[in-house]
């Protein structure tokens, strides 16, 4: 039985993923690999590695995690060094924590690598601090995926009128929801909102608004996009449009 590395491969900008993360890389004899993987990295895999595709796009499951389990399992069996590939850091909802329980419970060795995740590399990059001393102390990481409908929905959305800085990953499909909600249950309409497309790529895109202006009509971002909900951002705003 081999093992199984689970790696954050980070925001997207190459140079962002760690040294130890190459270097698994270079030696995976297989690599199961998530969509907003940059294909650069890849080309670090050796020529005989096996390349499995098991992305996920717009919350649709083309492949759903009880298969990547199995293939988890299949692979750890046919070969000595398995990765498995995450955009972003493992644990920030990529589903690692679901995988190494399953690792755990087949007895099958792992170790997990951590990555940048784009919930603070992507608002780094762009140059917009999620605290800063005297505006804002707090911060949170909120998945955009979530049912508005509160008897489905896991968010305490009460809870964060009172986090300064609020990060919203995979939020295209609900952004103007999303805002409504924050409205909803008392954050300032005119609050600033930043997008972020792409983000450490050199395709990134910025788009600043407020909760308002998104709640009716929100600026026409595709994924991957991180959505920040901050007054950090009026702070900076001047610095912000250096990026734009």
Known sequence: MGKVYIVGAGPGD??????????????????????????????????????????????????????????????SKKYNNVVRLKSGDPFVFGRGGEEIIFLHQQ????????GISSAIGVPTHAS???????VASSFAVITGHEHMDKSQSSIDWSSLK???????????????NIAKKLIEVGRNPEEPVAFIENGT??????????????SISPPPVNTPTVMIVSKIIDTIKDIISLNL
């Open 162 to 176: 009172g986090i300064d800085t609020l990060v919203f990953l995979m939020p295209v499909s609900n952004k103007k």
């Open 128 to 134: 917009i601090p999620l605290t800063l001393r005297n």
């Open 107 to 114: 007895n099958i060795d792992f170790e997990v690598i951590p």
């Open 14 to 75: 190459i140079e962002l993923l760690t040294l130890k993360a190459y270097k698994l890389i270079q030696s995976a004899d297989a690599i199961l690999y998530d969509r907003l993987v940059n294909q650069e990295i890849l080309s670090s895999a050796k020529k005989n590695c096996e390349l499995i595709y098991v992305g996920k796009e717009d919350g649709k499951h083309l492949i759903e995690q009880e298969d990547i389990n199995r293939l988890l399992f299949y692979y």
């Open 201 to 214: 790529t050199s395709k990134q895109k910025i788009f600043i608004t407020s909760l308002m202006k998104t």
